[in-house]
């Protein structure tokens, strides 16, 4: 098992920064390939970014690439998403999760975090 606790959500301007943070226990965290989701209000939820082992390859989701970067610190159990240039259509809770490779597929996925709340306002 593997339980993952996100951090780091909140409201911010449009154009403002977060970063959120996905603290892992229970199994070797640097086994595991992660990964962001967020679910808007009335939405499907949807891919981000996701990350490797090592931290050596990353892939970001259209919507997120140039703005937002994932990372890792296998040290301190714990995976990043650094949020820049955010707009209203990023309001979502956003969902760190945990898998054996890096995909944009939810179903790849094999543990889940309850959620962080990201609201941009205009």
């Known amino acids: 098992q593997v339980q993952l606790v996100e951090s780091g959500g909140g409201l911010v301007q449009a154009g403002g920064s977060l970063r959120l943070s996905c603290a892992a226990s229970?199994?070797?965290?640097?086994?595991?390939?992660m990964g962001w989701f967020r679910q808007a209000p009335g939405k499907e939820r949807e891919f981000v970014a996701t990350?490797?082992?090592?931290?050596?390859?990353?892939y970001h989701a259209d919507s997120a690439k140039g703005r937002f970067t994932i990372s890792r610190d296998n040290a301190k159990n714990t995976v990043y998403l650094q949020m820049n240039s955010l707009k209203p259509d990023d309001t979502a809770v956003y969902y760190c999760?945990?898998?054996?490779?890096?995909?944009?597929?939810?179903?790849?996925?094999?543990?889940w975090g309850q959620g962080t709340q990201v609201t941009v306002s205009a």
């Open positions: 999760a945990a898998g054996p490779d890096t995909s944009t597929r939810e179903a790849r996925y094999d543990y």
């Open positions: 229970g199994r070797i965290f640097s086994r595991y390939c």
């Open positions: 990350i490797s082992r090592t931290g050596d390859n990353a």
